[in-house]
């Protein structure tokens, strides 16, 4: 086992040490280390339809000395483009059982062994009156994020809920966890669940209802083939990877890591995913944030609106294309993409809403994505052309 | 010191805090997601008598479920404060029956059902209880791309877009349902084989629309409106500009807009104050732009048959300055539009010499003294006809909709 062990970089003293080992190493080591702890569980599996009670049984994340922690052979990763979550951090994971591997695909998710556990855990920086009854928080950049690694200091950090996407020979199946309040363990909860926060931003306070999804709107994204539907993972795509993660000791790329790992074959040598113009990240954005319904075969085909990446760029990407069931989504305008007119542009004017009649996406997002709102809206107010 | 700061933060919190629903109607709010959530096919999910205020989105996802209340004014939704969600209940699954259930005041639309196979939805109620407002939602009862329909008896009121609208679907009939105070009534849009029959469309400001909108899927053809009531269907749009149904003008009755083969009989039509009939194409909806429109994308209306309706009053106050003027120009100050207006584009492919449609295609008035006003459009309304002569002509009538097993 302690060939398969991760070799990070470690920011965390003795936990972050012992996380990258495997745990029969870590069961040697744990004496000299700190000897005053019982060993983490190993990763366990639960059969589909009888998941624990409690997020750590899962053995996959769980709260030990003020830290977030993951277990051996637990793997942190991160994206290019990541989901708006009103601001939320996110801690990735992916776990795969000893010996398999997953298995790379180009221009959809990475295909997972059965027994795969990805976790997403949803954090905030607390702020300096944070209390476990008033969940006062600050902003922090997503990119910042993206440069720290785990554990997790919890002295400085909010859970809020992990969610579990874990790989059955059936397919997929969703298991949201809302972390209590004196941050020791997360709770199964499939209705969801709603927490308030007071988020601090650019010298202003705004109020959020934080909503955790239930298991249900956990398919309202992770069905990307709405026909057929079945979850599936959304982040774990080859271009969302192809970058680098601080965690890693070197400047190799996720994928590379993956691979050299072994829990990732058939993966090509890609130069890293190249975010470099504005359009790029425009639509590797809305790549993330739209295409789980707005693509050929989502939800939202209805709309004929289709954002994946790689969608051609014409009417069905918004050009000049009028709405179809909008209703008060429209805001007066006739055009989803109007080009060099980013205030005349329905997809902006549903991004810069948090109504839930008017706001894109439907689910996820109770506030508005400022940085976004640039993005795309700087975006579109570079083109070209005329409705 | 610190403790007065910590007061005046918690007093700030509040302030902007909305309101809480009581610990009862969360307890039944979770209760429901969780039987939502944990159905198995065959399940009757039942919910109790009373107001139950929900403040998130439901679906449900498993086939083979039914939802009952016990009466659509007795077991009632009610989603006023939600927080979340683009509608009240949204489902993906097929073999679903919803009946004698209430939804009111979601902020986006009330039912959704988003693909899937034998759906009855029966004396559901959609409503918007401040009546009509352009910041209620948009759809009452929504049914999109679902194949083997049955809508009826049910009642939705107050929609910003339309009260009971079937997109995108096949095999369709919407019977016995009462649609008020929307701004579409009862609304058919890229829909084929459909009958809607026995409705009562008023007070909305379309009363029964029959549309086809570009780039979907889907175009829709084949629909009969037969034995409906559509009286009254005057009030202001207040639907969203932008929107398909926000062309239509208040004191519509039946409005056809770029469809094909439809048949219109043996309604009740009365009213309606810009006209009891109005038959369009997208060119005058106003969103064409200047792009090019897609390919397979057919804007005019035709193969329309209209015959045996019970036409009384309407066109004598419609809606708009051109339309006003056009009717005090024509019909003087207490005159009226004939019962059927026709915007007069049609596929110069399909037309003869004199620039009529082919028979096939023709848009046929076969209806007492009913006549027809052509505005013209395409000429900049240079030759605005009225008359019955040059739309007198049957079609071949379409077959009644024959819904499969399990619906029979």
């Known amino acids: 086992m302690c060939a398969r062990q991760v070799a990070g970089r470690g920011a965390g003293g003795a936990i972050a040490i012992s996380m990258r080992i495997s745990l029969a190493c870590k069961l040697l080591l744990l004496s000299f280390l700190c000897g005053c702890e019982s060993a983490p569980p190993e990763v366990r599996l639960f059969p589909a339809d009888q998941p624990p009670a409690m997020l750590s049984e899962w053995g996959v994340v769980f709260a030990r000395d003020d830290h977030l922690a993951l277990n051996t052979d637990v793997i942190p990763y991160e994206l290019n483009a ?88 059936e397919g997929w199946q969703a298991f949201p966890y809302v972390w209590n309040a004196a941050q020791s363990d997360a709770t199964l909860e499939i209705a969801g669940d709603l927490k308030q926060l007071s988020l601090h931003k650019d010298g202003e306070t705004q109020l959020v209802n934080y909503v955790v999804p239930d298991v249900n709107q956990c398919g309202g994204c992770h069905t990307p083939d709405h026909s057929a539907g079945d979850l599936r993972p959304l982040g774990p795509k080859a271009w969302q990877l192809n970058r680098r993660f601080a965690w890693w000791p070197d400047e190799a790329n996720q994928l590379q890591h993956w691979s050299r790992h072994g829990i990732l074959q058939d993966a090509p040598d890609l130069p890293p995913t190249e975010l470099d113009s504005v359009q790029a990240r425009a639509r590797a954005y809305l790549d993330a944030n739209c295409a789980h319904c707005h693509n050929p075969a989502g939800a939202a085909d209805t709309s004929a609106l289709h954002l994946n990446i790689g969608a051609p760029l014409d009417r069905n990407f918004g050009l000049c294309k009028t709405p179809v069931a909008v209703g008060r989504g429209s805001g007066d305008l006739n055009y989803d993409i109007y080009p060099g ?47 | ?124 109620r959609t409503e918007w209880t401040n009546g009509p407002d352009e910041d209620n939602g948009a759809y009452g009862i929504y049914p999109v791309q679902v194949e083997n329909l049955l809508l009826e008896e049910s009642v939705a009121i107050g929609a910003s877009d339309a009260g009971l609208y079937v997109g995108q679907s096949r095999n369709v009939v919407v019977r016995n349902n009462r649609a008020e105070r929307n701004v579409a009534g009862i609304e058919i849009e890229n829909t084929f084989d459909a009958d809607v029959y026995g409705n009562l469309a008023s007070g909305n400001t379309g009363g029964i629309l029959v549309f086809n909108m570009p780039d979907l899927p889907q175009p829709g053809h084949s629909t009969r409106v037969y034995k409906n009531r559509v009286i009254g269907n005057n009030t202001d749009n207040f639907g969203a500009a932008g929107t398909p149904v926000a062309s239509v003008p208040a004191g519509s009755g039946i409005v056809i807009n770029s469809n094909d083969r439809v048949e219109i009989f043996d309604n009740d039509i009365a009213d309606n104050d810009t006209a009891n009939i109005i038959i369009s194409s997208y060119f005058a909806t106003g969103y064409q732009g200047t ?43 207490n005159g009226s539009f004939p019962d059927v207006l026709w915007d007069g584009y049609a596929n110069p492919d399909k037309v003869d010499a004199d620039g009529n449609l082919l028979a096939e295609h023709a848009i046929c008035i076969d209806n007492g003294d009913a006549e027809v006003l052509n505005a013209d459009l395409p000429n900049g309304s240079d030759n605005i006809v009225v008359g019955a002569k040059q739309h007198r002509c049957v079609h071949d009538k379409l077959p009644a909709v024959v819904l499969a097993a399990p619906l029979q």
């Open chain 2, 291 to 333: 792009r090019e429109m897609a390919a397979d994308y057919d804007p005019y209306p035709e193969t329309i048959y209209v015959y045996g309706n019970r036409f009384s009053g309407g066109g004598s106050s419609p809606d708009g300055l051109d339309l006003k003027a056009l009717k005090v120009a024509m019909f003087g100050l």
């Open chain 1, 82 to 169: 990541p989901l708006f979550s009103d601001y939320a951090l996110k801690l990735r994971t992916v776990w795969l059982p000893a010996g398999s591997a997953a298995i790379f695909a180009a221009d959809r998710e990475l295909e997972f062994p059965v027994g795969t556990i990805i976790s997403k855990t949803f954090h905030y920086r607390k702020a300096s009156d944070w209390r476990s009854d008033f969940n006062s928080v600050d902003y922090a950049a997503q990119e910042e994020a993206a440069n720290s690694v785990p554990p997790l200091d919890l002295s400085r950090h909010v859970l809020l809920e992990t969610r579990l996407l874990v790989r059955y020979a």
């Open chain 1, 341 to 387: 007119r980013p205030d005349e542009s329905i997809m902006v004017f549903r991004m810069r809403h948090s109504d839930p009649a008017i706001a894109m996406p439907e689910l996820g997002r109770g506030i508005v994505h400022t940085e976004g709102v640039a993005l795309v809206g700087g975006w579109i107010a570079a083109m070209d052309g005329e409705c």
């Open chain 2, 1 to 124: 010191m610190a403790l007065l700061s910590l007061t005046a933060a918690l007093a700030a919190c509040s302030e902007n805090a909305p309101p809480e629903p009581d610990a009862a109607a969360l307890a039944y709010q979770k209760q429901l997601q969780e039987q939502l959530i944990r159905a198995q096919p065959g399940d009757v999910i039942t919910i109790p008598a009373g107001v139950h205020p929900i403040n998130r989105g439901l679906s449900l996802t498993v086939s083979g479920v039914t939802l009952r209340g016990e009466g659509m004014d007795k077991s009632v939704l009610s989603f006023k404060g939600q927080l979340q969600g683009a509608e009240g209940l949204l489902v993906n699954a097929s073999d679903f029956t919803i009946e004698d259930l209430g939804i009111e005041d979601t902020p986006g639309d009330g039912l959704k059902i988003n693909e899937g196979r034998n759906i009855v939805i029966r004396r559901v």
